[in-house]
């Protein structure tokens, strides 16, 4: 075989070029801390980063929604055990001022305590959260009731419990049905019924009074009831942030091992390529050296 | 007897001067190596020990052979080289994981389910718009880099036309000069010759046929003519309407368009990137951002607005598939009036369903296909990194053996300066020694001529 002073330094620089490329990328993967420059270096990597990535942006939108959610659903469970405490206190009021024995002037005062409870439950049922009512059900610019003298409006609000997504799967309430709270199946709600009772605390008018106490009652039940699924709510909120950050740590492992150069090996190669570079460089200036040009006298 | 030693002489001065010849050309690019032949004068008579020596001629060590593979393989490499040339530029052009179009796909869906946590917020409100106009010109600006890398391939191709016309030209010079050449003495002009074809091929896929003077025709795709002879057919470049180069040839009965009959070289790459695979990548992006219009679009109309309104559409809804991705906008009347933003399928204020229902848009199919929005992203990024990596690669498998031929070429053609230098020492030598014997012959004739003093 002939060997050819040309091919020799054609290959020569080839075998440069290629070892100067390993450098260069083993020094790229170092300095930058990036595995791929360009998505050909790995399509499916690429592609798979892409998907975490959007991955990583729902689950921050989901964090936030968890807290979001988390803010009304303490909003609406403070407000809730106001409206107990306010029921608890209608409920001794009026049966302190039950009975003979009570003065005129003795039913007068628990009636007008009992409207005062009655204007204190109206201000907690129209608890806003940033403008928005939220026992107006999906009527978030409306006040579930509003009181104007002696008297007191009908439910402004609708049957809408609206709720927002908090991880895959799980939900919150963000807003709730105040009809289904405050007047249930009852024919008035508990701020009318509340009226109703303070007239007959002052009338003395017994059967009233029991039914005012019945009504009370109910409304009880009922707003237990929905302190209680505020705190299952709130439970799953608590769930959902345990899940995001656990989903989150698996996505930005994930995405570790498909973005992040292994720092390791890219230097074990830098030194490996940098060895074939010199050596490269070495052969082909001994070769250019050697010639029987060199022997001709 | 001193006239033939005087031939001899000649002739060992002509071995030293082809290999001079030879080693002044080694960086020659097509050189081809020389040497000298060298035959005996038979005798002239049966008596006579010979005629001495005389120069044949001069053989050039051509490798026919393997100038026929590189013809072949050269195309192939330079195909490769410049789909992925422009596939490396385009990308480039498509942004990192998590801060591309990706990013404004996932950041407009998560901005309208956020916004369902407090619809009638007028903040909450602006953001969406916010993010939906910044999607649209993620897909606007995606669009004109596909559409700009289309026409940069498109300006490439007309600049190499006009070097293969010129090389072309070249070539039906050349095959001139080799018809009016003695062929002995056409040596240069037949490396020159390969030469340029050489070069022509790594521009288009070509057909060589030689003739036996030494002249050579070339056709390219379906057998158009570009050099028949003495005589070159350049290949014109046309515009259509959408102002693209269209190739036609004169190398036929009828001026031909060979736009689709060119595969290899630079050109045929480049003709691949522009016809190929960058409107198929135009596409996706297209149904993409026309499916994700229409889908957000089918929500919102379907609901009503914060003033209790009937929705209208978040994006203008696109005409058709194909410019989606260039045209897409947000909804002029949602852009000035962020209240026209839907968010329930009642007329209640509050309520969210459609705000998280287009949230959740991005965790479903597409409307026609199986693939969530995101996906439909991803798959085209994939696309591309697959065709380019498969470009790149191919182009590393032709080159190697390119260059594997260019040794082979060089084995047989190349000079080799030890192997001149060996040259130089033996015709040397044999001119010492011939001039040796002269001196011999002359000293024993003036020996002769002393006898009869």
Known sequence: MRIVYNSIYANGVNAIQNAAEQLAEAQRQISSGRRMATPSDDPLGSAAAILEHTE?????????????????????DSALSDIINQLTAAQTVTLSARGSAQTQAQRDAASRELLAIRHALVGDINTQFQGAYIFSGAQATTPPFVESGATVSPYQGDGTTTRVDIANGLSAATSFDGGAIFQGGDSQHILDALTSLATAVAAGDETNIQAGLDAIGRAFNRATSAQSAVGNDLRAVDDARLRTVNDRTGVIARLQTIEDADLAEAAAKLAQSDTAYQAALQSLSLIGRISLMDYLK | MLN??????????????????????????????????????????????????NVAGLLASRAPLV??????????????????????????????????LDEALASFYNTYATLGQSPTSATARQQVVVQGQSLARSFNDMASRFESQRRSADAEIRAQVTQLNALAAQLSGINRQIAQTEPSNAQGLYDQQAQVIKAMSSFVDLNVISRNDGVVDVSIGNGRALVLGERAYPIQVSSNASGYGTLLSDGAAVTTDVTGEITGGRIGGLLHVRDALIPSYTARLDQLAYTVANDVNAVTTAGYDLNGDPGVNFFAPPAAVAGAARLLAVNAAVVTDNSLVVTSSTTAVGNNDLALAIGRLQDTPMTGSTARPIEGWSDLVYAVATDAAGAKQNRDAHEEITQQLRNLWDQISGVSIDEEAASLMRFQKAYEANARFFQVVDDTLSLLMGLGR
């Open chain 1, 56 to 76: 990583l942006a729902r689950l921050q939108t989901f964090s936030g929604a968890a807290d979001a959610a988390g803010y009304r659903l303490n909003l609406a």
């Open chain 2, 4 to 53: 033939r030693t005087v031939i001899a002489l000649d002739a060992q001065r002509y071995g030293l001067d082809v290999a001079g010849q030879n080693i002044a050309n080694v960086n020659t690019p097509g050189y081809v190596r020389r040497s000298a032949v060298l035959v005996e004068t038979p005798p002239p008579d049966p008596f006579s020990p010979g005629g001495g020596v």
């Open chain 2, 67 to 100: 100038d026929g593979r590189l013809r072949y393989e050269q195309p192939l490499a330079s195909r490769e080289g410049a789909v992925a040339d422009q596939l490396g530029v385009l990308e480039s052009g498509l942004g990192q994981a998590g801060s591309s």
